[in-house]
């Protein structure tokens, strides 16, 4: 998944929110998601999706703004929620300069996994350990973002039965011990079946290995919340 895997092509719609705006001047790109001039949702409001609509039609943009023109906060307040409880990421991306290829969502895209891979096992250790147990806290409040508790939901993890539950806990259990950050998968599209037999698969892996697994998860889910901003 990393730096391969492109956003679908043709029409798109991105609904980012924007207050205020850092004007650059640069020629048109081509392919850009842009910021619609309509209306928008406060500075560092909680969760971007929802906002009103920011079309994409084949490569031309039309009286809309770009992410390379959002300020700080309005940047962050869209992409935060990209890697779950990290919004250090879409902060660096920022502060280092966004382009015009960053208009693009795989340019985007590129971008922020770049950041992840050339942060350092510390701080991508921090990024894994931020990611809750599977089927582990869905019915405790507070406890999972939104994102991931719609995911969890989705692939059928709120209706475990009891043997799939306990199953879930001994693997959560055992896997966090023995490679010291939670399992961690990309569970859009799969069914709990699924979820449970890549975990019983998974949990003998050598780390180094597991680590690199994780973080392809992580790209992944990341790829996902992107494309799901509509």
Known sequence: D?????????????PYSSA???????????GCVVLSTDRYRPALAATPPGCPGLTVTGDRLQNQRKPSEMGRED??????????KSPWIVEQAWDQGLASTEDSPE?????????????????????LCAHPDLAGKLGVAGVLTDKSRSEQTGAGLDRCT???YAEFQSLNQSYTKQFGFPFILAVRGRNRAQVLENFRNRIDCDRDDEFAEALRQVHRIARLRLQEIQ
Request: aromatic letters at 6%.
């Open 2 to 14: 990393v730096g391969r895997s492109a956003l679908p092509s043709g029409r798109q719609t991105w």
């Open 20 to 30: 205020g705006t850092v004007h650059r001047s640069r020629p048109e790109p081509r």
């Open 107 to 127: 340019g985007l895209r590129r971008a922020l996994v770049a950041i992840v891979e050339e942060a350092g096992p510390e701080l991508q250790l921090r990024l």
């Open 75 to 84: 940047f962050i307040a869209v992409f935060g929620h990209i890697y779950e």
């Open 162 to 164: 009891k043997a799939e």
